[in-house]
């Protein structure tokens, strides 16, 4: 297993454009969490999934964002109409659901977005 | 509500003295503790964690940490800096009956040869 892979790892697009990121999780964990990250902060707990099931969603994730995990296996995260406080760094990270490995997030290397 | 204060943005420290990096949580019921570490263009990395068994928690590249909860803090340690530990730091929060992890606002490690 090659562990937590983003893709893009940088995009950049102009403000009002759509935008999705795509994360493929370690294939035995069955969860999945979604972080933003900004300069000097520490990441901000966006939603996460529980196998195709988006069980929480932070009140930071607008209408304009939408998360789905389909088959439970990969994820994608997608921002409509993007603004340029939506520039970040969109963080993923899996887990186990039970177990010593509920308690370890494995994080990909994230996806930059710049919206000019 | 959880939260977790990490004390200092920027931490520096000359290559062979000791490290410390602060960090205090807020929580209302016993919770799982973390840090992790994240190198420039990488994800974040986990360097130890602790889950209310032993209170002292060893970790990875020599770093350890204590849970002491009347003084609700879990600050990290490393007896000696190498230049390689330069990178970012954060503290994690976790309870027990949760499954949101809320991290710190991170501190910058810098080392100096």
């Known amino acids: 297993d090659t562990g937590v892979s983003q893709d893009p790892r940088h995009k950049i697009t102009k403000r009002g454009q759509n935008v999705t990121f795509r994360c493929d999780p370690i294939?035995?964990?069955?969860?999945l969490y979604w972080y933003r990250q900004t300069l000097g902060q520490g990441p901000e707990f966006l939603t996460y999934f529980q196998n195709e099931a988006q069980l929480e969603k932070s009140r930071l994730l607008s209408d304009r964002f939408s998360a789905e995990r389909p088959k439970g296996s990969f994820s994608t995260l997608e921002i409509q109409r993007t603004e340029q406080g939506d520039s970040a760094m969109y963080l993923c990270?899996?887990?186990?659901?039970?177990?010593?490995?509920?308690?370890?997030?494995?994080f990909g290397a994230g996806s930059r977005l710049t919206v000019l | 509500a959880q939260s977790v204060t990490q004390l200092g943005s920027h931490v520096s420290v000359s290559e062979g003295a000791l490290v410390l990096l602060r960090c205090n949580y807020s929580?209302?019921?016993?919770?799982?503790l973390f840090w992790y570490v994240q190198y420039p263009n990488q994800g974040l990395q986990l360097l130890l964690k602790?889950?209310?068994?032993?209170?002292l928690v060893k970790g990875i590249n020599g770093f350890e940490a204590e849970f002491k909860k009347s003084e609700t803090s879990f600050h990290l340690t490393k007896p000696s800096a190498h230049m390689s530990d330069a990178a970012e730091y954060f503290c994690a929060v976790r309870i027990y009956t949760g499954n949101q992890f809320y991290f710190g606002t991170g501190t910058s490690l810098t080392v100096i040869p």
């Open positions: 929580s209302s019921v016993p919770p799982y």
């Open positions: 602790y889950t209310s068994a032993a209170t």
């Open positions: 990270a899996s887990s186990l659901e039970r177990g010593p490995g509920a308690n370890v997030l494995t």
């Open positions: 294939s035995e964990h069955n969860r």
